[in-house]
């Protein structure tokens, strides 16, 4: 129908001598002799009752209807995955989401970067919060964090020391994590060279080994981490 | 310094979009023909009962003022009953997180952004919106957008191939995008998006006991399924307030790169559709090379700048890219090239903090935005595309002394009058209010007006203006002003444009063909595929410059 070959009326050829020769002006220049402008088309009222259908067909069928019909059948097809990844605890409630970070403040484990709402999953950061990249308090919030974190005279990964875009991932760089090796070590008593393993076996390869970059999920190092403690560590933040 | 081997996914996934898109862009230029296509058997009883119910005969013709009316019709129709929902959550069904009624403001900046595909978000999804509102409301307004924008996209395409003054249906044209557009393609980017991982439930949250943190509260919702129309028609509100930096929704560097093919599909499959549309497939490649390019410069120019901030002392190891307001498990070109995409495309989404990036960096962003045709949303972004080219047309012809034409049309005043509107428009919406805010000190403290600032305010009104819907935070946009003058800068500068795109195509739709003369730009050579580039360059750059300078590079000083 929208081919000028379906329209009804037989449309006019692209050759000048076409058949409503009524349109040519009589004393037309030679280079303008093919050019003729259709009459404008009727304009009929705008349809209300397809406008409001046709909103109301979207909201139904794909706004409600898709959503509805892709929940059910995850539900239907894995019941365990609607929910995103998470660990299961051995009684089978949901222990924590391997995507999620924490809030960590306890001196034996490892820290995450800085987050303005401390981690919590309702508070996800939006646009604001972030320090521009020339704003002097950038300077001062990364030396505070990195004093903090006990590391005043090392090369900080600049990670460690500065908010994720969403204020709630659980992760760094490997690097920022086996720089945090010897205040863990230290405060814990474990063995540097134990940390050192751990951390190796908690970097997360990149997808088939080469797509994108390695990463280390600090929450799920923390929880290799919890075991090996000689004791529980300090303050659990949360725990309450 | 990170290793090249970092760079290889970013061009895998560029080369499955360029791959992908001349596929799509046939198939599109079928669907908008009525030629037959593989999801009849499936769909078309769909379409015939859908045709039945709207009252619409197949077969009846618009001229593009009538097109517009109906397109307008059914907008304001799903603007006006998303504003009612949004005003009246509080006491609707599916709420079981509390969120309360939106006040008029806020309600109304919010359907402004998501039926103009801007997707600008003033509220936390999180703690104010329901499940009935994302789900009735707002998504709902994430189908009727792009599709709106496709429509827009095939009146003007048939007016450079018809020659009695009809565009098209309008909802001939918005039905059939949804059902062989859209539906297909949501529904295989959901089935990637579950795969890697997203969530997808009717649930609004989940209760987790960790030993690391005791009980915590994590939201949820269909993640999986709004992320899919989210990207593919460059939307770009996010179910998160994190937008796709938010784990859960955004798991991993399988799932950003989805995302990125996503962003880029239709818009870079549009201008193959215009060439199997008007038959003359070669004419796509100089639309399409242009589009690439600037977007290849941009993305270097935000690659390279943000590799490396010389303002952080050499304590702080860069090692990885200045990471500040980044995600670690993301490495730097591939958070580069979800944030390029998503500007350039007219999505918004974010895995970035743009208020975090250099300046550099930011002004690439905003150079996107003042284009709004590298490749730009759904529909609309090659609509300024072919803007440009008119204007480049008329331009050029001007130079060589000669009656411009393109494609076989000639270009007149009544194209070129339409093209100058939808381009003045553009400085006009952003620098009106961006003046009145600054003059005014609306959104900052008093004496607070710093190169950052006023970046902050740049970038929030030309967001809003080219319907993008990144924010970059910094000001308190949450108040009425904002709200009001926000939405109305949303709906001129969607609005206009389509007005002006409609009525080039209508008018074009009228005129005879031109048979090609000596004097003829051939529009499908290098030459003028480096003279569109340059021409776009140039006249961002005048139109632009001068703010750029004032805001985000004024920061390097």
């Known amino acids: ?14 050759i000048p001598t076409s058949p409503v020769p009524a349109r040519v002006p009589p004393v037309a220049p030679p280079d303008e002799g093919a050019r003729r402008i259709a009459p404008e088309p009727p304009f009929r009222r705008p349809q209300l009752r397809a406008g409001v259908v046709a909103v109301l067909a979207t909201m139904l069928l794909l706004g409600v209807g898709f959503n509805v019909v892709a929940s059910l059948g995850v539900a239907g097809v894995s019941p365990g995955s609607a929910q995103g990844p998470f660990l299961k605890n051995p009684n089978g409630t949901l222990e924590v989401s391997r995507l999620l970070g924490v809030n960590i403040t306890s001196p034996e484990l490892f820290w995450l970067r800085p987050s303005a709402t401390d981690y919590q999953p309702f508070l996800g950061a939006g646009d604001n919060g972030f320090y521009g990249p020339t704003d002097p308090a950038l ?102 | 310094m990170i290793p090249w081997q970092d760079y290889l996914d970013v061009a895998l996934t560029l080369s499955v979009v360029l791959a992908l898109a001349p596929v799509l862009g046939r198939y599109m230029a079928r669907v908008y023909t009525d030629r037959p296509t593989f999801l009849d058997g499936l769909l078309g009883p769909v379409d015939r009962g859908l045709f039945r119910l709207l009252g619409v005969s ?113 909802y001939v044209d918005f039905v059939r995008t949804l059902t062989r557009v859209f539906l297909p393609l949501v529904v295989l980017g959901t089935l990637g998006f579950l795969l890697a991982g997203v969530p997808e439930t009717l649930a609004q949250s989940v209760t987790a006991y960790s030993p690391l943190a005791g009980a915590q509260v994590i939201p949820l919702g269909p993640v999986a399924s709004w992320n899919a129309i989210m990207l593919l028609g460059t939307n770009g509100g996010g179910y998160f307030n994190a937008n796709l930096a938010q784990p859960l929704a955004n798991p991993t560097a399988a799932t950003l790169l989805l995302g990125v ?8 499959s549009t201008p193959f559709a215009f060439g199997n549309l008007i038959r003359r497939p070669g004419e796509a490649y100089p639309l399409v090379v242009t589009a690439l390019a600037i977007f290849l410069v941009a993305l270097g120019i935000f690659v390279y700048f943000s590799l490396n901030n010389p303002f952080l002392p050499p304590t702080i190891s860069q090692a990885q890219g200045f990471l500040s307001g980044a995600e670690a498990r993301f490495s730097l070109p591939e958070s580069a090239l979800f944030e390029v995409s998503s500007i350039y495309s007219n999505t918004g989404a974010s895995v970035m903090a743009i208020g975090a990036l250099t300046p550099w960096a930011q002004s690439s962003l905003l150079f996107g935005m003042f284009l709004q045709a590298s490749p730009g949303g759904d529909g609309t972004g090659f609509g300024m595309l072919l803007i440009y080219v008119i204007l480049a047309v008329f331009v050029g ?50 004496g607070t007006l710093d190169p950052a600032t006023f970046t902050s305010i740049l970038y929030e009104f030309t967001s809003e203006a080219a319907n993008n819907g990144s924010g970059i935070g910094g000001i308190a946009d949450t108040t009425v002003f904002y709200n009001v003058a926000g939405a109305l800068v949303m709906l001129i500068g969607r609005y206009l444009p389509i007005l002006a795109m409609l009525a080039i195509g209508g008018s074009l739709s009228r005129e005879g063909p031109q048979p090609p003369g000596p004097g003829t730009l051939r529009t499908e050579s290098l030459t003028f595929t480096i003279y569109l580039i340059l021409f776009l360059i140039v006249i961002a750059g005048l139109l632009f410059l001068p703010v750029l300078v004032l805001g985000p590079l004024s920061q390097l000083g």
């Open chain 1, 1 to 14: 129908m929208t081919e000028p070959e379906a329209v009804p009326s037989p449309p006019v050829t692209l």
């Open chain 1, 139 to 240: 300077l001062n919030e990364t030396a505070a964090y990195a004093a903090e974190l006990g590391l005043t005279n090392v090369t900080v990964p600049v990670d460690l020391v500065t908010p994720s875009a969403s204020g709630l991932g659980a992760d760094v760089t490997p690097q920022a994590a086996l720089v945090q090796i010897p205040r863990v070590a230290n405060m814990s008593g474990l063995n540097q060279s134990v940390l050192l393993t751990l951390v190796n076996q908690e970097i997360v390869p990149p997808l088939f080994s080469w797509l994108g970059t390695p990463y280390v999920n600090v929450v799920l190092l923390d929880l290799a981490l919890l075991p090996l403690l000689p004791h529980p560590p300090a303050p659990l933040p949360g725990r309450r």
């Open chain 2, 58 to 170: 197949r077969r009846e013709e618009m001229g593009w003022k009538e097109y517009a009316a109906n397109l307008l019709l059914l907008n304001a129709l799903a603007l006006g009953a998303v504003f009612v929902l949004l005003v009246t959550q509080g006491g609707l069904p599916l709420n079981a997180l509390g969120a309360p009624n939106m006040s008029w403001d806020l309600a109304f900046h919010t359907a402004s952004s998501f039926v103009t595909n801007t997707n600008y978000q003033h509220y936390v999804p999180e703690q104010q919106l329901s499940l009935f509102s994302a789900l009735f409301g707002l998504q709902t307004l994430m189908y009727v957008s792009p599709a709106t924008g496709l429509c827009v996209f095939v009146a003007f395409s048939r007016g450079f191939q018809r020659r009695d003054g009809t565009v098209g249906n309008f």
């Open chain 2, 261 to 268: 093919v996503l962003m880029l599909l239709i818009p870079l």
């Open chain 2, 397 to 446: 012809g001007l130079m060589v002394g000669r009656t411009p034409e393109y494609l076989g049309k000639k270009v007149g005043r009544d194209q070129v009058k339409w093209s100058a509107a939808a381009l003045l428009s553009h400085p006009f919406l952003i620098l009106i209010p961006v003046a009145l805010a600054v003059v005014l000190g609306l959104g900052f403290s008093p």
